[in-house]
């Protein structure tokens, strides 16, 4: 069961109004700071809305801007708000910094009186990457699209690459029991025990993915293979459910010698 969003003692969210299909009730845009921090820094500013990007700006002064990757419903409204804060932009793909540096994995950062540290998660996206908030009650970690609030994510090939994303979610999971702040959805309790979820759906999924070649063939198209293992899938996503049969086609190739 998922936890308020705004329950992180060293975090609040503005929640920017891009719900959808993709987007759930929309980005978590967060403000990290201190109790007696005068300044803030931002996660994810989400799209160019004006009237989201001032609540951000208005927060408080904004020292520093994170981006967890560099999906337009979590970049759209950076360079806005660096222009209205003054804040430097700080990605790990250097494409989507402003004024700032590319971010590293295992980098410590110190803003708005927190230490904030970065860990490269690719599979979502290549340049995907989570903050740990150690400091934060038992700790907490902001997730971005690695993991979601609710339902799981899309490894959308060719930038998602779902070998990546495994050994990711093997890498949090070494973290432990962190609380999850996710981009999209609401909090969750126990970082590893959602990795093992997200493992095991995911092996599940390799499982049915097999399964239809050995009906269908080894040369199926993407689009058989949707038919049969997202059976039931919402027409307005289904082309995220051909990502997800992408990724994992591609996967197995590799693992077991499909080609």
Do not use: K, W
């Amino acid at each position: 069961m998922g936890v308020p969003v705004h329950s992180s003692a060293l975090t609040r969210v503005v929640l920017a109004p891009n719900p959808g299909p993709m987007t759930l009730d929309g980005t978590n845009s967060y403000l990290i700071g201190a109790a007696d921090s005068p300044s803030v820094v931002v996660v994810d500013p989400g799209p160019d809305d004006p009237g989201h990007l001032r609540s951000l700006a208005n927060a408080g002064p904004v020292e520093l801007i994170l981006i967890t990757h560099r999906h337009r419903d979590h970049t759209a409204g950076s360079a806005e708000l660096a222009r209205l804060t003054g804040a430097p932009v700080r990605a790990f793909d250097p494409a989507f910094c402003i004024d700032g540096d590319p971010l590293t994995d295992e980098e410590e950062i110190s803003a708005a009186g927190v230490r904030i540290s970065v860990v490269a998660t690719p599979g979502h996206t290549a340049d995907s990457v989570c903050f740990v908030l150690a400091a934060d009650g038992a700790g907490s970690i902001l997730t971005g699209d690695t993991i979601l609030g609710r339902g799981t994510t899309v490894i959308a090939a060719p930038d998602g690459d779902l070998a990546d994303y495994l050994d990711s979610l093997a890498t949090l999971r070494r973290l432990g029991s962190l609380a999850v702040l996710p981009a999209h959805g609401p909090g969750l309790p126990d970082l590893a025990g959602i990795c093992d979820n997200y493992l095991a759906h995911r092996r599940q999924r390799l499982d049915e993915v097999r399964a239809a070649l050995e009906r269908l063939g080894a040369d199926a198209t993407t689009s058989a293979v949707t038919d049969l293992v997202y059976a039931d899938i919402d027409p307005a996503v289904r082309f995220a459910a051909e990502h997800s049969v992408e990724a994992q086609l591609a996967y197995l190739r590799t693992t077991d010698g499909l080609d």
